[in-house]
């Protein structure tokens, strides 16, 4: 089947512009995630969302950032006012996630953010 | 602060040798430690897994030594080749108000020479 598909794949947009990053998960997987990987850094988690509950917005690093899932599928991250540390490539997973802490993420392929 | 500390940050290894990356974490709670390999321009994806009631882990040419007391976990590739070139990320989960999320080290970029 499918996997997890991120769409745009490359976004280069101006400093204070607003960009939209969509996530398509794995049919059938509740728990939908957001990282950011930024060069050295790693992954770093920054939204969780599990079926209709609340998401988990701990990990967002400012109010520019947030994130929606819509219908329990498709999310979009959306970071508004752009600044050139946002820079990163911007990761989503999505998992079966029942409530046990050994459930694989599965990962798309990233969407390179580049702020100029 | 770092819960998961994860070297040497690149690592260059012959053909057919032993790669062995190393972390370390903090949080007790950690109950779940998975590998990740990511390849350029791809998600990374998982490469194996340990749980804490077991010290060690093969898959392959791919083995997880776990140790508990020290808080420490290793992945070892024997035979190492070239198609094992890739960056590769230990993290550790544990569950948090009934689901659960991963904390990633910073990442290893191996190489294999030929």
């Known amino acids: 089947g499918a996997g997890v598909s991120q769409s745009p794949s490359n976004k280069v947009t101006e400093k204070g512009k607003d960009v939209e990053l969509r996530c398509d998960p794995i049919s059938g997987h509740t728990a939908l995630y957001w990282y950011r990987q930024s060069l050295g850094q790693g992954l770093e988690f920054l939204i969780y969302f599990q079926g209709n509950s609340a998401p988990d917005k701990s990990g967002l690093p400012s109010d520019r950032f947030s994130a929606e899932r819509t219908g329990g599928s498709v999310s979009t991250l959306t970071i508004q006012r752009t600044q050139q540390e946002d820079s990163a490539v911007y990761l989503c997973?999505?998992?079966?996630?029942?409530?046990?802490?050994?459930?694989?993420?599965?990962f798309g392929p990233g969407t390179r953010l580049t702020v100029l | 602060q770092q819960q998961v500390k994860q070297s040497p940050q690149s690592l260059i290894v012959q053909k057919g040798g032993i790669s062995i990356i190393n972390c370390a974490y903090e949080n007790t709670a950690f109950d779940y430690f998975p590998w990740y390999q990511q390849f350029p321009g791809k998600g990374p994806a998982l490469l194996i897994a340990?749980?804490?009631?077991?010290s060690e882990k093969k898959e392959g040419r791919f083995t997880i030594s776990f140790n508990k007391s020290a808080k420490q976990f290793s992945l070892h590739i024997m035979d190492s080749q070239p198609g094992d070139s890739a960056t590769y990320f230990c993290a550790a989960s544990t569950q948090n108000s009934g689901y659960s999320t991963l904390t990633f080290g910073k990442g290893t970029m191996l190489l294999v020479s030929p």
């Open positions: 997973a999505s998992s079966l996630d029942r409530g046990l802490s050994y459930n694989e993420q599965f």
């Open positions: 340990i749980r804490p009631d077991v």
